[in-house]
């Protein structure tokens, strides 16, 4: 069962051909290595391929299957697309559009103001909540032209990470 | 003199923890306070004693001075050191200390207030010799008065609003023919913006040095400098980067600078740690910016090369002792940078990135320092600075410095957070960076070398993805974690290494 | 003079990483080598490269010349770093080494063989006029010459086996009656143990100080010394704290100590990094005891006071550079202490404590240097040598590095195996060893203390025995750990604080 | 339902008595505290306790129940006695002499040399068995006259610490 991997805008298939123990062949795409692979349950990882030696580690996100990977010098975002996945994907080809239609917390923190309410009219860029995390305040605008459908938070609430603050329509 | 054997720490993160170290090595008992949102923080676990003081929101908690007198009476504690920021130059909070008998460890709240004001530390250094970026103490009366002044200081010159701050009421000129519209333009934005139309001028530095100088002064009139830290690489006036000595500085300036230094903390019977910040141009004229009247976030670099616990001075001299140092025989050996470590995105606009700690592996060995306060499992608060720890190298040249620092920066792991860790390993690899050619206007400089996309070769990203495959197949199969390193999955067959894939 | 632009690491543990880093500072690409047993060891996933070489035991692995040397050429590796342990001192793979056409970072074969051989050493000494402790340098040949020497070099002496190790065939003679008795004791041991019953006398130093040279040589006949380090807190001759400088030392004795120890390199045309050991009885007369022709393990705390990167350094000569270093400009700046944590039990017996380290708190700091290697997760191997780790601190003075030592051991946190952080502890307060007032009889001298029961107040007992409760409580309840920091219990209701307990 | 827990030689006696989340009245014997604590699963232990600040840690055995726990000065062997333990314990009570009558492994390590073999008559303070570890030998011998019974392990065998090597009938 080869698995796809999603890093970025790349899609990479992922195969094992072989295995004994920590030694193992493997294909990504068209590619094959000869990897000696050991890793612990707390997504470190480290892998001799040709003998070089590569340290990744891996932290997964709020939402199942998708990783954040930490390598020397890069981070990645990654999700790993099963075949579950994949009938989601595929069935929900349509609505590509839906993050445009949210405004999400890209971080925890706390909502110094909201500047809509429901059933406002809004304009693309238009100031919809100001979120302050760390002594730090971001505005946060509106991506299209719309109707406010949903405002989830109110002054001084706490968001999580990808909370949904607003919703358009 | 007063003996001190209990301190309470008024702050929390890396500061707190770094004064408890030295608390510790003195054998004085600490006392820590904590939000809501600090219980676990690490500066609560290091402290004998722990109080908490108030809901997470600063103004809540550490910033609450009644609440922290409290404590310290409540805990018995002889001292109060109140680290940077916070309460560390409220001039009330060293008032109110005096007041119920506990020593403030900084100085009187006279100083503080004076130093706190501008126009005041202005006049105060002029009285002292310090010279400051020329320009005028009071509001300009009129537009001949500011023509005049801008003749006798030559161009360019900023017209600052005097009531002003954060960028509004500020015009800057740089032709003779724009002074009386310019004068115009910002009396009008300063008083739309602060209702107050007043505005003063001074010279403007163009792409400067901030250098700044470490001063120690006790309660006996000794006062001396421990030389310079130059903290030039900044971004939006966040210092990122700092060391010392600096790249620019002569033996001639160092001692000018430095006497400069020493006369500003005596003009104003300076006692425990200050600094004094200087603007430098590239010709080497300096201008007293400003007085820090409290320890540093880059102190350990001072530290470093004069080998001084400055966290030390500051409590001997708080109990009156003398400070027992002499500046002809202080010296810095050898060259120390630190890099601020912030919780932040730099692909990302440094967008704040707190969040959990998943895992932390510290660089160590040769020339390493680290202060910090995280640790694995650790969520960093929303509530305050991204500051989760700094990193100071040592080495006997700068050159050595730098490759040590870049060898730090690759051992130092953080994850769960995105941190400023890439950001810091290329500013240490920027040409301009390694040459010590270099100003405030570094990273605007630099900006699309420092922000450049990684290259990293495919086979890189390939072993992420095969990574990424191994744990979405084992956390299929597993319930409970461990931290031991396994073979990429328990249940395939065991051989011995010599038996399969020749390795060599 | 050849460019060094790859290095493989022949070793393991603290002294890989630790030469790694340097290594990584300089700009040059490292191979690691590593045992079945070290597959997830630190050093492996430091170095740029990692070969297997064998099974677990170091004769099967970090023993295997050959291997090692089959791997060097494989990775076009320029130079091999011994470490030290394992191949670092033996002459055989230096000339391996040579033959290969790959640059063994140490001294000649030649030199490693006339140093590792105890009388052609001592030969060698005599004739650079390095003293050595009196007696005979041939085994003797009859009770007469036994009794003739005894009386030209004094009381007291020890008889040895000239083939001997161990402690057989070794008599220590105090007075004058028992010579010719301990003479025919020793020979029949010797003859028993060894089928050799050849013995030599040598003066016998009690309870002498362990004082040590460090030495750099170039190709170029360039030596100097970095100075003494005092290494007389032992446990059966194991080394467990280092300091520089030594409190016994004077400035006369430094001087003419350090000269010998540059005479004795000299003497052999040394090239590296190399250690020349003394006995100093407490009339400060001196002897030398051998010399160790590779990197020590305590050789941080002469790079602290120094500033000089010893590794770095034996990386330059081996490349044939110059040394670049002048005698007269070297010196001790400050004071610095090393401690070796060990994994054994200082409260059975110091046994072995080999096992799976649950969580790892290093200390951190102004001051403080970590050299370990050793992660949370990682099991320690059975195979290899029980020190994971060394806590170096420097102060500017000795009784600010003791404070700061005690401050660092409080913060240094290692569970899940046993380790002698606790007893390093006791050494640090123990009153002989504040006063400086030591020797090699320390641990033995003060046994009592060192080892006496630690009295806990009830109190914290009670809490240990609390967190047990709410530990085993909680894992019935619970599948999967996190990291986080939890309240006792989670199905519990919330309430904040104030509304509970008054806190003050 | 009050929990015993063994420290050393002293059983203590644990209560709640009162708990709003992490802070906690709690009767150890006849002693009450009130107090502070949050923990991780990790078995790391903040607890503050009349406003001092205590650290500890716990690290789990082998055998279940049982935990070292890690102070700042001292590391401690304890035992959780509940219902289960306490009924074993009793029904046990006959048995105690067991260890005597069994070398155990006290740490990892391989066995260099077994000296007996099974049906041996041995005597109190002959050596059984050398055991290595990290570069250090050490020798086992028996506590009591006997007949050995079992013999479980060979020369070279790796062993975990507390694994039973012989046995003494």
């Known amino acids: ?169 | 003199m007063s003996k001190i054997n209990k301190i309470l720490v008024a702050n929390r993160g890396e500061i707190a923890v770094r004064i408890m170290r030295t608390c510790r090595e003195m054998g004085i008992a600490t006392v820590a306070v904590f939000s809501e949102a600090d219980r676990t923080s690490m500066h609560v676990r290091y402290a004998d004693e722990a109080y908490y003081v108030g809901p997470a929101p600063s103004k809540d908690s550490y910033l609450k001075a009644d609440k922290i007198i409290e404590v310290a009476l409540k805990s018995k504690a002889d001292a109060i050191h109140p680290g940077y920021g916070f309460l560390s130059e409220n001039a009330a909070f060293a008032r109110l200390c005096r007041e119920n008998g506990i020593v403030f460890i900084g100085p009187t709240a006279e100083v503080i207030d004076k130093m706190g004001d501008k126009i005041q530390a202005r006049k105060a250094m002029i009285a002292a010799g310090v010279p400051v970026v020329p320009g005028t103490t009071e509001a300009i009366k009129s537009e001949d008065e500011a023509i005049e002044t801008i003749e006798s200081i030559g161009l360019p010159v900023m017209i600052k609003a005097s009531a002003g701050g954060g960028g509004k009421g500020m015009r800057l000129v740089e032709k003779a023919a724009n002074i009386i519209s310019a004068v115009r333009a910002a009396r009008s934005e300063a008083l739309a913006s602060f209702g107050d139309d007043a505005v003063y001028i001074e010279k403007y530095v163009s792409s400067p040095h901030h250098i700044e100088f470490q001063v120690l002064g006790d309660e006996h009139g000794n006062v001396v400098h421990l030389f310079e830290r130059e903290c030039s690489i900044q971004r939006r006036h966040q210092k990122m980067v700092e060391e010392t000595p600096s790249v620019l500085m002569t033996e001639d300036l160092r001692y000018q600078m430095g006497k400069h230094a020493v006369d500003a903390a005596k003009a104003v019977n300076y006692v425990g740690a200050g600094t004094i910040e200087f603007l430098v141009d590239n010709d080497l004229n300096y201008y007293f910016l400003e007085m820090n009247t409290r320890l540093q976030v880059e102190h350990p670099i001072t530290e470093r090369v004069t080998g001084i616990d400055l966290v030390k001075k500051q409590i001997e001299v708080a109990g009156g002792m003398h400070l027992n140092l002499i500046q002809s025989e202080l010296e810095q050996k050898g060259h120390a940078i630190e890099c601020r470590i912030y919780a932040e995105d730099s692909d990302n606009n440094f967008m704040p990135s707190p969040g959990k700690i998943h895992n932390i592996t510290e660089p160590l060995g040769l020339g390493v320092r680290t202060d910090g306060y995280v640790y694995e499992g650790y969520e960093i608060p929303i509530h305050y600075d991204p500051m989760i720890s700094k990193l100071i190298v040592w080495a006997q040249t700068r050159e050595e410095a730098i490759q040590r620092m870049r060898r730090a920066l690759y051992e130092y792991k953080i994850t769960g957070i995105r941190s400023s860790l890439k950001f810091l390993n290329r500013i240490m690899e920027t040409p301009d960076f390694v040459t010590g050619n270099y100003d405030t206007n570094f990273i605007e400089k630099n900006r699309k070398t420092l922000m450049a996309e990684s290259v990293e070769e495919l086979e890189q990203q390939d072993m992420v993805i095969i990574s990424a495959y191994f744990d979405f197949v084992n956390r299929k199969n597993k319930i409970i974690p461990t931290k031991e390193l396994n073979p990429a999955n328990n249940r395939w067959k065991k051989y011995t290494y010599q038996k399969n894939f020749d390795r060599l």
Request: charged share 25%.
């Open chain 1, 1 to 169: 069962m080869p698995i796809e991997i999603k890093l970025g805008d790349r899609i990479a298939s992922v195969k094992i051909l072989n295995q004994n123990e920590n030694l193992i062949e493997v294909m990504v795409d068209d590619k094959t290595y000869n990897i000696d692979l050991m890793h612990n349950d707390e997504g470190t990882f480290s892998i001799i391929e040709s003998n070089r030696s590569h340290n990744i580690s891996l932290v997964p996100s709020q939402k199942p299957k998708t990783y954040t990977a930490f390598t020397l010098h890069n981070t990645y975002d990654l999700e790993v697309i099963d075949a579950e996945a994949r009938y989601i994907r595929n069935r929900g080809a349509g609505a590509i559009a839906q993050s445009e239609k949210q405004i999400t917390a890209p971080m925890p923190g706390k909502i110094v103001k909201v500047l809509v309410k429901e059933g406002d009219e809004v304009k693309q860029g238009q100031t919809a909540v100001i979120l302050s995390a760390m002594k730090m305040e971001s505005e946060y605008k509106v991506a299209i032209d719309g109707v406010v459908k949903a405002v989830n938070v109110s002054d001084g609430d706490t968001v999580e990470s990808n909370q949904v603050l607003i919703e358009i329509d």
